[in-house]
């Protein structure tokens, strides 16, 4: 019986695997079978070393484990589950038969859509899978579709969506969309209206200063108080009470500068995140705005990187109930239609994008990925506007190659 088989027959069970720290996933996949099956805590022992942490070349603080094929493994204090000859046993198997044949064509390709395409039957992710062959001259073809994440074998089969959809046929929708929306006239205007536009901080920052004001009239008192118990004369009548009295409301002082001191810290933070939030959609939106000087000049992976940053999901018709597969888009921030923000989009050849069905806000911080695509800084439109370059754009940063597409 293989990965798949058991991860099969564990969900169709019932057998529910031990969620993993803040993990959901409880179905059985061949990923985890095939884990359990090279860990030698089961047999009762303990490794060190399998993994370690390598630095992403080309980046600056990205890391990534890599497995190790030389490792360290000693007797753990805990009991075994399983005896160490029929683990030995596994593990040799594994050895043979779990080696991954090489790619004939190298690194996998960046597939635009993944994990932002849904299944129409169940809403989960959709990813892709190869059909690849060999011709009898000897020429190597491959095809790519994307199937639902929760229809694989892998993970048991939860979905009985089996339709697969060519990437050719849904990924040049996508792209489609974007241009036929970056070309409304009424869109174009209002999308160049949000860039340079200056963020309305004013509410926070009065309530800001009442804080601090009040936090100097109080510490001001508190100076004065701590004074006067200084200079509290030794024959005081009373002294001693007196002194209690004082470093009573001494401590009220104290009380209220701490809460004072927290307010001040929270409108603070407040007011950083709706700075941040206003500079992730100026981002955006001068993205937009040259979406056509950009996409056909960059890679495939940051192209992928770049879609995803303008799109949460994408909904598909399920397979022959429409003559072209895109249904609706929904974009990571508000965009404007039909006088008005908004973030849906329902698709329609004949027509582009049209019928907005429902709005809301929404940021995602993985938007902060934006920073790589520091080609905003050096935009022909941004470096000729005679409006100041704002304080985020001097943090961003741009590969190389990408000033060559924009020939400045």
């Known amino acids: ?33 095939r884990m359990i099956l090279d860990n030698p805590v089961y047999c ?11 630095k992403v070349k080309g980046t600056k603080n990205e890391y990534r484990q890599v497995r190790q094929d030389d490792y360290i493994i000693a007797d753990g204090q805990h009991d075994a589950i399983i005896d160490e000859e029929l683990w030995n046993q596994a593990h040799e198997k594994r050895e043979i038969t779990g080696v991954k044949s090489p790619s004939k064509i190298g690194r996998d390709r960046a597939h635009l859509l993944s994990g932002i395409l849904k299944c129409p039957k169940c809403g989960g992710p959709m990813y892709t899978n190869k ?12 095809v790519y579709y994307y ?25 040049p929708l996508v792209i489609e969309a974007i241009r036929e929306l970056i070309k409304n006239q009424d869109f174009a205007t209002e999308i160049k209206s949000k860039i340079g536009k200056e963020i309305d901080t004013s509410t926070l920052n009065r309530e800001l200063k009442n804080y601090e004001a009040k936090l100097r009239e109080v510490d001001l008192n508190k100076s004065r108080l701590e004074n006067e118990i200084d200079s509290l004369p030794e024959d005081t009548r009373f002294r001693e009470r007196k002194i209690n009295d004082m470093t009573f409301r001494l401590d009220g002082l104290y009380d209220i500068i701490i809460e004072l001191e927290e307010k001040i810290e929270d409108v603070k933070l407040r007011r950083k995140a709706v ?4 500079i992730t959609l100026e981002n955006i939106y001068t993205l937009l705005a040259n979406f056509d000087k950009v996409y056909d000049k960059i890679n495939d992976e940051e192209k992928k990187s770049l879609i995803s940053s303008l799109i949460k999901e994408i909904e598909i018709f399920p397979c022959d109930e429409a003559d072209l597969p895109l249904k609706s888009i929904l974009f990571n921030f508000p965009v404007y239609k039909d006088g008005g923000d908004v973030c849906w989009f329902l698709w329609d050849k004949s027509t582009t994008v049209s019928g907005v069905i429902k709005c809301h806000y929404f940021i995602p911080y993985l938007l902060l990925h934006l920073t790589w695509l520091g080609l905003l800084i050096y935009l022909e ?18 590969p190389p190659h990408w000033k060559e597409y924009l020939k400045f």
């Open 1 to 33: 019986m293989g990965f798949n088989k058991i991860a099969k027959y564990l969900n169709l069970q019932g057998v529910e695997k031990v969620k993993r720290d803040n993990g959901t996933l409880s179905q059985w996949s061949t990923h985890f079978v």
């Open 275 to 278: 700075e941040q939030d206003a």
């Open 147 to 171: 199937v639902c994440s929760k229809a694989r074998t892998a993970r048991g089969k939860t979905c009985e969506y089996k339709s697969m959809l060519k990437k050719t046929d849904i990924e």
């Open 44 to 54: 009762g022992k303990i490794a060190f070393g399998r993994r370690t942490r390598e």
């Open 381 to 398: 439109e941004y470096i000729c506007h005679p409006y100041p370059v704002h304080h985020n754009m001097q943090n961003l940063h741009l």
């Open 131 to 142: 059909h690849a062959w060999t011709n009898k001259d000897g020429t190597y073809k491959e």
